[in-house]
């Protein structure tokens, strides 16, 4: 099979894989090298100067020996077969950048004769780029859970970024769905992986040079309704995770029915809706300090599809609000449904000089038709009934008190009241 036949179903059995866009790594061009990492951003992924950049997305191989009934690549699957030596890997990247359609690689690969020469022909891929190629550009490497702690470093050093994808949340639904693997394995290469970052951030504080193992850091992946797992299993696994090898993201994935799956899969394909809410509640844990127990309740353990996750806590804790964005510190702010993290950090600067208005958070380019329902400002009160700058009638008040403010809003505005 020639290349470009080769990279037709290699590509595109590369799409299943979410955990592709990266952020935090800076590589320097080496003398005479191509390519360079700006630390901004791969695979459609937009800088913050309105840039998009890209990866090649690739499979090394689509043969496996694992037989994982979600996988469409399983050793059962009858699935065209590919497999790219690591020789023409580097060589597919180095042309593609020369051509300007990329700026790294993503490489991911299913399981040949064994983890350890699996993960030995994906660190090949990386160090011909960075040695022989000089190529300076993103690399990012699928860790295979599995392999030695000595693969896993050399790979590291290569790479920009490594991710262990731990597949399931529930250990048992791994168990039924795919038997080879484990948590216990997964992890096992997170804290290998976190264990080399660790020891790169201690060396690069004594010597002053740059960390020299993945300094992207490592991510890793869900795959979302392929079993009953609820959205506070998802959440609580990935929190754990965070919390334990320092990951940089969590992915999530919404499962996709596959040819000749196995009975126990849904049928249907997952809402990408649901996967969405998972991002904002991922976002919520990440930057804004909320818990993954806080985020769902014990009676329902998925989160809301109809409304964002931090305003579906704000009209459960009503008692919270209204929130005055002159005098509340940062934690309360960032609870505020449309304050975003860059809105509350000017909001607490610019109070030290003047005391903001409803119209200065208009100024401040936050959702304020959303935040007015849940924050007091100099010149405006929820607490007094008004909305829309329109007192209530007496008549309602006693309803509209039995109602959050937004809801009040909500159904004033449909005519109920």
Not at 101 to 120: N, V
Not at 179 to 189: F, L, Q, R
């Amino acid at each position: 099979m020639d290349v470009q036949a080769k990279l037709r179903i290699l590509a595109d059995a590369a799409k299943y894989d979410a955990s592709c866009a990266s952020s935090g790594s800076k590589r320097a061009r080496v003398e005479g090298g191509i390519g360079n990492t700006t630390g901004v951003g791969i695979c459609h992924s937009y800088t913050p100067d309105g840039r998009c950049v890209s990866l090649l997305k690739l499979l090394l191989t689509n043969y496996c020996i694992y037989d994982c009934s979600y996988c469409v690549n399983r050793i059962s699957s009858d699935t065209p077969r590919a497999r790219f030596t690591p020789e023409e890997v580097a060589f597919l990247t180095v042309e593609f950048y020369k051509r300007n359609y990329i700026e790294g690689l993503f490489l991911s690969s299913g399981i040949i004769q064994s983890p350890d020469y699996t993960m030995e022909q994906m660190a090949r891929v990386a160090s011909l780029l960075r040695t022989e190629h000089k190529f300076g550009g993103y690399v990012h490497l699928k860790a295979v859970p599995g392999a030695s702690e000595e693969l896993m470093l050399q790979a590291g050093r290569f790479a920009d970024r490594l991710s262990a994808n731990i597949e399931l949340a529930r250990d048992n639904d791994l168990a039924q769905l795919a038997p080879a693997k484990s948590h216990g394995a997964i992890e096992k290469s997170m804290q290998q992986i976190a264990h080399g970052i660790l020891e790169a951030k201690d060396k690069t504080m004594r010597s002053g040079k740059a960390p020299q193992f993945a300094p992207a850091g490592q991510s890793t992946q869900f795959i979302v309704g392929a079993t009953n797992a609820t959205d506070a299993d998802l959440l609580g696994k990935s929190s754990a995770l965070y919390r334990r090898y320092g990951l940089r993201r969590a992915y999530y994935s919404a499962f996709s029915p596959i040819p000749h799956a196995d009975p126990a899969l849904p049928l249907k394909k997952i809402p990408l809706v649901r996967e969405h809410r998972l991002y904002q509640a991922d976002w919520l844990m990440r930057f804004y300090g909320f818990t993954a127990e806080e985020l769902t309740t014990v009676v329902d353990r998925n989160l809301a599809l109809d409304k964002d996750p931090k305003l579906a806590w704000a009209l459960r804790h009503r008692e919270f609000y209204p929130v005055d964005v002159n005098k509340a510190g940062r934690a309360a702010l960032r609870r505020v449904p449309g304050f975003g993290v860059r809105t509350v950090t000017r909001i607490l600067q610019i109070r030290r000089y003047r005391a903001l208005s409803l119209g200065d958070l208009g100024k401040l380019k936050c959702a304020v038709n959303r935040a007015k329902f849940f924050v007091v400002t100099s010149d405006h009160n929820p607490s007094a009934l008004q909305i829309d700058g329109v007192k209530l009638p007496e008549r309602v008040v006693p309803q509209v008190r039995q109602l959050s403010l937004f809801e009040a809003a909500e159904t004033a505005r449909s005519g109920e009241l």
